[in-house]
């Protein structure tokens, strides 16, 4: 039996679409496949942006046809867009061929609502309120090496009045460092180079024992091993001076730091309950670049959110240069329901946005170019992550989140490789390994 996943979102979904396939595999499915041979297609769903939420809508009505021919195909929905409120009962009428719809609290249970499946004609729906443990017991197929994702927390206690993610994924539940550690170190010692702790808001985990997240991070950089540590994401609210040391005093810490802004105006972060201002996010930069000069930041900005004015937007576009970013996620304003933001006076005009966010993209990809091209010439200590079969060449990413690619006559997958750097195109460095 085959099984195809399919995964919409962010890391932290590709890592539990990895738990999904962990599950699957102690259920005796063998492995992934097209949509064609599989036995059961899962779908990992995302509702945090309307983009995300149309696109698997379209998928999962794709699927009408094949179920058609083949009845004893198994589809499941999970993730985000199944625990939204009120969601998996429209799902269930918009598409009547789902056979399970399950939310981000019962992931554990795939394998057995799936048995249950096949017992029963119905449509079985399963939604936990809220996560019951944070050590579930799954042990994940992962496919991403060299990189390993490790979560060491769930859901959000934030409630930033756009964001609908405390809503599908519950309140903050840290798991025990000693089980996060351990699984640092067994993928360490079994030859993942790059770590990345993952989390809503890692500045506010907090451990058994007091254990905040410094402490922690500083923790898994002491494990043995040649590797790297990458964390996401983190929220300016809970930055901290004790975190940049730690980043400062520990080599295997990626230089680089993800910190969402969203917004460069003070009234637009007070709208979005973001709970901090544009003078503390500055001033928290030029604390990291003060201890950690060759440090880079990125960023998530979003545009269009109601209410916002031409002033409004300029402020988010002098926060990029403010700020230095060396590249940024950036959004439109989408409205999720539930949401306080959603409901809130002022929505802005679509072609408005659409102005905007192409402003601010121009204004992100020019700094971006420009530190690019600062590479040309150097070189620059890439881990070889993947192979592009379509371009030739080998890829990898630097400390500072830089993808680079090179030729090589042999597979270098897994290995840390310098590359001189002879061309920058974008975010992107093409460069000679000299190693």
Excluded at 123 to 149: C, F, H, M, Q
Excluded at 178 to 185: H, Q
Excluded at 368 to 377: L, P
Aim: aromatic share 8%; glycine share 8%; charged share 30%.
């Amino acid at each position: 039996m085959n099984y195809h996943i399919v995964t919409y979102g962010c890391q932290m979904n590709l890592h539990e679409s990895e738990k999904i396939a962990g599950i699957l595999r102690s259920c005796g499915y063998e492995c992934e496949s097209g949509l064609e041979e599989a036995d059961v297609v899962v779908f990992n769903t995302c509702c945090i942006r309307e983009n995300a939420e149309n696109h698997a809508f379209g998928n999962i009505g794709s699927l009408k046809k094949l179920k058609k021919s083949n009845p004893s195909l198994i589809i499941a929905v999970g993730g985000c867009m199944a625990q939204e409120a009120g969601k998996a009962a429209w799902l269930k009428s918009k598409f009547p061929f789902i056979d399970i719809l399950f939310g981000t609290h019962n992931l554990p249970e795939l394998g057995e609502l799936i048995e249950r499946k096949r017992r029963e004609k119905k449509t079985i729906i399963s939604l936990k309120e809220e996560r019951v443990a944070t050590e579930d017991g799954v042990v994940p197929v992962r496919t991403s090496y060299p990189n390993a994702w490790v979560n060491i927390m769930y859901g959000c206690n934030n409630f930033c009045s756009y964001c609908i993610v405390p809503y599908v994924r519950g309140r903050e539940k840290s798991r025990r460092p000693e089980d996060i550690l351990k699984e640092v170190s067994s993928l360490v010692e079994e030859g993942y180079k790059e770590i990345t702790l993952l989390g809503q808001n890692v500045n506010s985990y907090s451990g058994e024992g007091g254990m905040r997240f410094p402490e922690l991070l500083e923790k898994a950089a002491e494990i043995e091993g040649d590797f790297r540590l990458r964390f996401m994401t983190s929220h300016p609210k809970d930055f901290s001076a004790e975190l940049v040391q730690v980043i400062k005093r520990n080599p295997k810490i990626c230089r680089q730091l993800h910190l969402p802004a969203q917004s460069g105006s003070n009234r637009i972060l007070s709208l979005m309950n973001r709970r901090y201002t544009r003078e503390t996010y500055l001033s928290e930069i030029a604390l990291l670049r003060r201890e950690v000069p060759d440090c880079e930041v990125t960023t998530d900005l979003i545009v269009g959110f109601p209410t916002e004015t031409e002033e409004d937007f300029r402020e988010t576009l002098s926060l990029v240069d403010a700020a230095d970013f060396s590249s940024a996620f950036t959004f439109v304003y989408s409205p999720r329901e539930g949401t306080k933001a959603a409901v809130m006076e002022g929505q802005i005009a679509e072609e408005t946005q659409k102005d905007r966010i192409m402003r601010l993209v121009e204004r992100v990809n020019a700094r971006t170019r420009e530190k690019s091209a600062r590479y040309v010439g150097r070189e620059v200590e890439l881990l070889c992550e993947d192979f592009d079969k379509k371009k030739d060449v080998y890829l990898g990413r630097d400390v500072y989140g830089r993808m680079g690619y090179f030729k090589s006559e042999k597979n270098r997958i897994g290995d840390f490789v310098t590359i001189r750097v002879t061309e920058a195109n974008g975010i992107s460095l093409y460069g000679e390994a000299v190693n």
